[in-house]
């Protein structure tokens, strides 16, 4: 596709409601990034993919947070129990490449995000 | 702990102005250091600098890295109404994770 694409773009849940952001990478990105960023901060790591596996959740702040990336290309972060310090707006980011060999292909390119906000 | 730090936070500029954005950063495994523009919308990518004392360019924008000294900047010439948003660094680790600093909000008057 042209660019990363999130959805829904804004989502209000009352708290305890489990919610799902979705992100559909660029086409033929290996490497899938979530962020979480709070009201005048920059993003903060969440979690990384490469192909469909996670390889780095250091960043997921409870375990109410789970992210999946079943077939390597569409990904799902699923908050569960949502608490109101859960709201933010989380990004998705893509890459070519993560690591590699070519610093060419680390940019990491950004969604538009989802805006979240617990009530 | 991984620490990029962005100065000012806030500038405020009349259009023409030339202005320097500052970052700096203590991490382990550095790999690159990137700045992003951020409007009501996603971070768009503007560089990705690897090594010291050279400069990107792109148009009124352009910055630099000191590998030395740990910091970066990035320098708008001729400011417009059109750069108006929050700038972003960001230091790329190995192990794939990107520290972003918490962004300097840049707002240019006509």
């Known amino acids: 596709g042209a660019g990363v694409s999130q959805s829904p773009r804004y989502k209000v849940a009352k708290r305890g409601q489990d919610v799902a952001l979705r992100c559909d990478p660029i086409?033929?990105?290996?490497?899938l990034f979530w962020y979480q960023q709070a009201l005048g901060q920059g993003p903060e790591f969440l979690t990384y993919?490469?192909?469909?596996?996670?390889?780095?959740k250091s960043g997921l702040p409870s375990d109410r947070f789970f992210a999946e990336r079943p077939e390597g290309s569409v990904s799902t972060l699923k908050i569960q129990r949502t608490q109101q310090e859960d709201s933010a707006v989380y990004l998705c980011?893509?890459?070519?490449?993560?690591?590699?060999?070519?610093?060419?292909?680390?940019?990491?390119?950004f969604g538009p995000g989802t805006r979240l906000t617990v009530l | 702990e991984d620490k990029v730090v962005q100065s000012p936070l806030s500038l405020v500029v009349h259009e023409g102005d030339t202005v320097t954005l500052n970052c700096s950063y203590e991490?382990?495994?550095?790999?690159?250091l990137l700045w992003y523009k951020q409007e009501k919308k996603a971070p768009t990518f503007l560089f990705m600098l690897?090594?010291?004392?050279i400069e990107k360019k792109s148009g009124r924008l352009s910055s630099i890295l000191d590998k030395k000294e740990l910091f970066s900047i990035l320098n708008i010439t001729a400011t417009q109404t059109g750069d108006s948003a929050i700038y972003l660094c960001?230091?790329?680790?190995?192990?794939?994770?990107?520290?972003f600093g918490a962004g300097t909000i840049l707002r240019v008057k006509s």
């Open positions: 980011a893509s890459s070519l490449e993560s690591g590699g060999p070519s610093f060419s292909t680390d940019t990491q390119y």
């Open positions: 086409s033929g990105h290996v490497s």
């Open positions: 993919f490469q192909n469909e596996a996670q390889l780095d």
């Open positions: 991490v382990t495994n550095f790999r690159s």
């Open positions: 690897t090594s010291s004392g």
């Open positions: 960001a230091v790329y680790l190995y192990g794939n994770k990107l520290v």
